[in-house]
């Protein structure tokens, strides 16, 4: 079933978190399916190749999502599980943790490395952000240079959602609304730039709605 709307994160991030001598280095990224987590955790293990654990949790892609997590050689319980759980109480899909842990000589017990594994993933997210997502129909409204600053700030003003600008000839702003504003922002296109905008609609496309 196709997601109506969800929360990710916004950005790439990477904390350290010290206890007892033991370093966690969580390293948090969005992702769009199981490959590219799989991909990020790769890298994570090159990057750190003489770390004793590279612990993971992930939910990404769509029909169906898929979820992992690992251990990585901690007790059974105590550090992938943690990670996954911070993971689904704040509700986030297509993202990874990576929580990698240089030990340092001292025991945390299994409750300990719960705990810690629970504040890195936590501290990386923080780090990350957090975006709600929405699926909402997409417009590409390409119009001239002198136009593009004022037809931006009546946009948002309005309360709609823009895209990155893409600059050619023109510049082309990607223009975001429900099925239900469908008529009402056609209309106010028309009257901000007086009929001289190209407009393409381009079909259901996900958006960040909380930036």
């Given at each position: ?60 892609g769509?029909?169906?999502?898929e ?13 992938g ?58 417009y ?23 895209g990155?600008?893409?600059?050619e ?6 223009v ?36």
């Open positions: 079933m196709a997601r109506d709307s969800w929360n990710t994160v916004e950005r790439a991030s990477r904390i350290e978190y010290e206890v007892k001598k033991s370093v966690f280095i969580a390293d948090v990224a969005p992702v769009a399916s199981g490959e590219e987590a799989t991909d990020f955790l790769r890298r994570i293990k090159k990057e750190f190749p003489d770390a004793r654990h590279h612990v993971y949790a992930y939910r990404a769509t029909s169906p999502m979820q992992r997590y690992s251990d990585d050689g901690e007790p059974s319980g105590t550090a599980m943690p990670v996954l759980d911070v993971i689904l109480h704040r509700e986030l899909e297509d993202m990874i943790c990576v929580v990698t842990r240089y030990f340092g000589g001292i025991l945390l017990g299994t409750g300990g490395l719960t705990r810690a594994y629970s504040t890195a993933a936590s501290q990386g997210i923080e780090a990350a952000g957090i975006l709600h997502m929405k699926m909402l129909e997409q590409l409204v390409k119009l001239d240079y002198s136009m593009s600053d004022k037809f931006q700030y009546t946009m948002q003003k309005r309360g709609y959602v823009l990155e600008v893409i600059y000839d023109r510049p082309v702003v990607p975001f609304c429900t099925k239900e504003e469908k008529e009402s922002l056609l209309a106010l296109i028309n009257d901000t730039t007086s009929g001289r905008a190209e407009v393409t609609y381009v079909g259901a496309a996900p958006a960040a709605c909380n930036v």
